[in-house]
């Protein structure tokens, strides 16, 4: 009897041994694989092609524009997405947060935000199912170069899952607070090809370890992608990453210049992109131009002559009228683009005060692709901000630079260059100084048509209505011969 009891005692023992030895099995089965591939040895995970909970993924909550953190330790590392619910969590191992949600919810399917690899929870083994491609293409947008080559030849329109019908390149931005001041500087800065050609490819800037380049490139792909789920995109990462970078200087809840955000970004992005201090970057290949500047200092017959770069050149409005006219009402005063582009043609002379009294004449010696111009509206003094109602005369299409600068170097002979421009983004101000909003008219070059843009709202427009508008900056591309 003894020796039965001992046997069965025995053998309680061994079976509890191997259900431990089961369950320490399961344990690393389920393990997390958070840091594969960064020198660690990654445990095999079964990968399958049929999963029983497919069918629950929800595509409509889907939304990977937000900031890739776990929403209950508000970590970054390991960030899965729950594809039922849309929220994201940190890991998938038995004490992580996404493999508590997978038992409390029921929701069992996840997808690795950065690896986009998908799992099943709490059961631990990778899905391999191509149904879930379109859901990696809208996590991380692809462009082939062909594919960035044919975009401003296409004129498909895409449609979204609610049945909205988008046109890639042409959707809204998400106004977070006080953001639309990034949002016409995106929206204009997507219509510089090569600018946008360049980010579309992240191979492009591979070597860049700067956040906003990365955060841009991630926004310029969203934009043109013809496979989102919905017809807009929110900038919310690449805002963070700006306020990161500007040190709060351009912040979300706050309303600022795109005036200064444009220089501040290209400059920015110029600074993180180039390779060695002199090196040059795609922002200096589209915008770069040159000034030959001219000081004269009162009771100094000796003139300083300089040379230097430019991304933008700034012009000045004629000062509005004091008084109204008979009808009580404030006279709108109008000025031709000619006349403003008069600054820069070498002999109009141009007075300054700081940092010393000076008579300054300029030259625009090197023309740039890409040409911006911004109008001095806004003027700051002791007690407010005021706004100059200037409305500029500008052409839409085929204005010669030469005719408006005669000082244009001319072409060596034998050789074409063309110096006529056509617009292609221009940025208005509409409003009272300090209460006003931005909009943004731009032009889809594949079928030659104008939309205006503020925000979500995205409409065709007529170009008629572009020349109406108070300019506040405007990007000419130059013309191919």
């Not at 038992?103 to 690795?112: F, P, Q, R, T």
């Not at 609610?162 to 016409?184: A, C, H, R």
């Not at 940025?427 to 939309?451: A, C, M, N, T």
Request: charged letters at 30%.
């Amino acid at each position: 009897m003894k020796s039965e009891r001992e046997e069965v005692k025995n053998g309680g023992v061994e079976e509890e041994e191997e259900r431990e030895l089961k369950r320490k099995r399961e344990k690393e089965r389920l393990e997390d694989d958070a840091f594969k591939g960064r020198g660690k040895h990654s445990r095999h995970v079964e990968v399958r092609r049929d999963c029983p909970y497919l069918d629950t993924v929800n595509r409509q909550v889907l939304d990977f524009d937000f900031e890739r953190f776990c929403s209950v330790s508000l970590s970054n590392l390991n960030v899965y997405a729950c594809l039922v619910c849309g929220k994201y969590f940190q890991g998938r191992s038995q004490k992580s947060h996404a493999y508590t949600h997978s038992l409390e919810a029921g929701h069992h399917v996840y997808i690795n935000l950065l690896t986009e690899k998908v799992y099943c929870l709490p059961y631990s083994y990778e899905i391999n199912d191509p149904s879930l491609d379109d859901i990696r293409h809208v996590l991380n947008p692809r462009f082939s170069r062909a594919q960035v080559e044919e975009l401003d030849r296409n004129k498909q329109w895409s449609r979204a899952l609610d049945g909205s019908d988008y046109l890639p390149g042409m959707v809204g931005l998400n106004n977070i607070q006080k953001t639309e001041f990034v949002n016409v500087t995106i929206q204009s800065l997507m219509r510089v090809t090569p600018l946008r050609n360049f980010f579309l490819i992240p191979e492009n800037y591979q070597h860049c370890k700067s956040p906003l380049v990365h955060r841009f490139g991630e926004l310029t792909r969203k934009i043109w992608h013809a496979r989102n789920f919905k017809g807009q995109v929110s900038p919310h990462e690449f805002l963070q990453a700006v306020m990161k970078a500007s040190k709060k200087r351009f912040r979300i809840g706050q309303q600022s210049d795109p005036v200064e955000f444009m220089s501040w970004l290209l400059n920015t992005l110029h600074m993180d992109l180039r390779t060695s201090k002199d090196a040059s970057s795609i922002i200096h290949q589209c915008f770069q131009g040159e000034l030959e500047v001219v000081r004269e200092y009162q009771g100094n017959e000796n003139k300083e002559i300089s040379r230097m770069p430019f991304l933008m050149l700034g012009l000045d409005l004629p000062p509005p009228p004091l008084f109204k006219d008979v009808m009580e009402k404030n006279i709108i005063p109008q000025v031709a683009l000619f006349d403003l582009l008069k600054k820069f043609d070498g002999e109009t002379v141009t007075e300054v005060v700081r940092p010393k009294l000076a008579r300054m004449r300029y030259r625009v010696t090197k023309s740039p692709p890409y040409l911006m111009f911004h109008m001095v509206r806004f003027k700051k003094n002791n007690f407010f901000k005021e706004k100059n109602p200037t409305l500029v005369n500008f052409p839409v299409k085929d204005m010669e630079l030469r005719d408006y600068i005669p000082s244009l170097p001319t072409a060596a002979e034998g050789e074409k260059v063309s110096s006529k421009y056509n617009l292609i983004a221009n940025i208005v101000h509409d409003g009272k100084p300090e209460d006003g909003y931005f909009r943004v008219f731009v032009q889809r070059k594949s079928q030659e048509l104008w939309y205006e843009m503020q925000d979500l709202h995205v409409a065709e427009t007529l170009p008629q209505m572009v020349e109406l508008s108070e300019a506040y900056m405007q990007i000419y591309e130059l013309q191919e011969e």
